[in-house]
């Protein structure tokens, strides 16, 4: 099978009849009650010209997002349709007693302004966790979205969902399905409380490619599973973790409704979306200065490979010492050995990567010489990549993270002030 | 049953019949070669005067030390029986092709010097991974251990297994068995690569009760799952994590040979000794600040409750709060609910309590309104507890942990340096 891509702008917009907006409006107040001057956008609102097959993916957390709550409601209810996605950040409207209550209106008031049933509206909320809502500056801003709806203003989208994100994270491509040419684009936010389980915080994807709900749903849920799932920052699974992914069929190509070679191209652009978002999501994590990007290959089952992959990347000992670029392989070692999965350790090579060259550090589980200088030389990059052998089979898995640094401290020991 | 301990000084030599010494051999050479003047000591040798019943228990990362083999082997030959036990520090003798032939000569020089065969020696590294252990310090060293064993030299050896530790730990305590007045004391090293699994990083414990060998080791194993299991500092299992424990008999009480009271009376004992040394190795975590005790009450078993404590301690972005001083309980509650345990989120309760004081700030799984001035006042002690209420049944268990600091990331960024 061919795969043909072209890396495209727009994000969200990226595929026909998608529209979004972005503004501010003051969902955390400044504490003297004066305008914020240097305020970005806090929510954002995105709309498909026709109703689109919407699937999603959840938190495993048992702290549910109120937002989640309803949204999963919504879908249910229209048999996974849906028009409008509101979104904001600073706050989560999550372990607030009026919670649900607050996300239903969120959706009323986009429902009510856009003449959609509210059951159509999806919404998300990122921030912190445990604060009331206030409600009247959303009010407020409703209005403004919907007016400022257009098809190219995903950035504005992609920057009101930010926290403590450093970058907007878009990507979209372009693929053909039969004659038809098919988009896919998406936006994230996400750089602390990440390590998700089904999904990540607050991801948004569109596309114009026409694909049954069944269908959506199930490449939805095996690409989140080698995407996203396979993505640290910090360990800590999030409560409001939320993939949305919208099709609205405007490309025209015979929708896909089983298996076979045009859901796999569907799969594999999909794929190429969201494990470029991962990767900006674990490059963009809470003060990292590195992007570390383990691979584990010759492993008997995906599942292992995943394992060990995922344990590399999540060892707080590794990511300070790839902060500090020091070659401590014990390390990468010792967390390859305290994965929960079967396999025999001495039989295990471990190699170091980056666009400085490459080195092997550890030969059936026992170190080997290796260039200090080198492995200083390769460590220098901002994107290290960790290949572990374990020589057992044949299958592979590929795990996202980032390093553990001074400002990662400093970002979360004040997060609420 | 009635508990009547007695806190007691003299560490590993607190019972009848331990000597110890310690000093330094120059294992980690300073690179000009030139005498290290402000060395501490870097390894250790102690004995019991007959030999000893001797249990352990060791890590479950399937990378494991070198002198873990071969300490587990002599106590399989000898059916459980040690003389002395010989410890370095600043080389984990770990990932070594050679590993277990030097670890075997440790013993062997031991033995030798001592008069007894090699398999009533045990052997114990901690240090650097994957570096090869130099033998000829240990060989020059061996001799000077041996004529400084002393019984009242516990803190030489409890000094000569620091790396990163601050402070030496040890603790111990005495108590009655019948008319017989018996031992137990422990000392333990460790302060990253912390998150135990089955033992913590080099942990010796001597008592000069008389006890069977299957219930010396029933008794480790069962005290180690509510202690050094519930420790967390960084969340890396190390691959040296050992717990040696040796009972001589010199108390001359009748030998403990099945459950009873006096069995439970050893364990509480056992258990005063390992939780104060766990508690100690958590708030020497690298860098930190502040000790993090968690205890999860009415879970509806010790599973739910162990499961839920220790996810409070081991979140990254919770450590960071505390070391901010910021009551973030939302992180709290996230940790909670991201725990691998089954239970209902929306019947807990959170509280945070101090020396300062006390105050809740979670019930029925929502926030609860509290004074940010007195939860600020509260974070100020370097003794953070954190009580999670499951409601659901009549089980509690507790966890140790630390802040995660500047600190940890600098001590980390260079450690093989």
Not at 125 to 144: C, D, F, N, W
Not at 185 to 210: Q, W
Not at 273 to 278: G, P, S
Request: negative net charge; hydrophobic residues 40%.
């Amino acid at each position: 099978m061919k795969l043909d891509f072209k890396y495209i702008d727009g994000g969200i917009c990226a595929a026909q009849g998608y529209k979004a907006s972005g503004t501010y409006c003051g969902i955390k107040r400044p504490a003297n009650d004066t305008p914020d001057t240097k305020h970005k956008n806090d929510i954002c609102l995105f709309t498909s010209d026709v109703p689109a097959t919407t699937a999603a993916v959840y938190t495993q957390n048992k702290v549910k997002g109120a937002p989640l709550i309803v949204t999963k409601e919504h879908l249910e209810k229209t048999g996974g349709k849906a028009v409008a996605v509101i979104a904001n950040s600073k706050n989560a409207n999550t372990c607030n007693s009026d919670g649900v209550e607050k996300a239903q209106k969120m959706c009323d008031l986009v429902a009510s302004e856009l003449g959609i049933p509210c059951e159509q509206v999806i919404v998300a909320s990122t921030g912190v966790i445990g604060q009331v809502l206030p409600i009247e500056p959303i009010e407020a801003a409703v209005p403004v979205l919907v007016k400022g709806l257009c098809y190219n203003k995903n950035l504005e989208a992609a920057t009101a969902i930010m926290t403590t994100d450093t970058v907007k994270k878009e990507f979209a491509v372009e693929f053909k399905i039969g004659d038809a040419t098919c988009k896919i684009g998406g936006m994230a936010k996400g750089s602390g409380m990440i390590h998700p389980n089904m999904a990540t915080t607050l991801n948004f994807i569109t596309t114009d490619c026409a694909i049954s709900r069944d269908m959506l749903q199930a490449a939805l849920s095996e690409i989140v599973q080698i995407t996203y799932n396979c993505l640290s920052v910090d360990g800590d699974t999030s409560t409001n973790d939320m993939v949305v992914l919208m099709a609205n069929g405007l490309a025209l190509n015979d929708e896909i409704t089983c298996e076979g070679e045009e859901y796999e191209i569907f799969k594999s652009a999909l794929c190429e979306v969201m494990a470029n978002l991962t990767k900006m999501l674990a490059k963009d994590g809470e003060g990292a200065t590195k992007l570390i990007v383990c691979t584990c290959w010759g492993a008997k089952d995906v599942e292992t490979a995943t394992e060990v992959a995922k344990s590399v990347v999540c060892s707080n000992l590794l990511k300070c010492a790839i902060f500090g670029e020091d070659a401590n392989w014990g390390r990468i070692l010792c967390a390859v050995g305290y994965a929960d999965a079967d396999f025999d350790i001495n039989k295990v090579d471990v190699r170091i990567l980056s666009e400085f060259g490459e080195i092997e550090v550890c030969k059936n589980g026992a170190g080997v010489d290796f260039s200090e200088e080198k492995a200083a030389e390769i460590l220098k990059s901002d994107e290290i990549s960790i290949h572990v052998y374990l020589n057992e089979g044949e299958r592979c898995a590929t795990a996202w993270g980032c390093d553990l640094t001074y400002d990662y401290v400093k970002i979360n020991g004040d997060y609420r002030t």
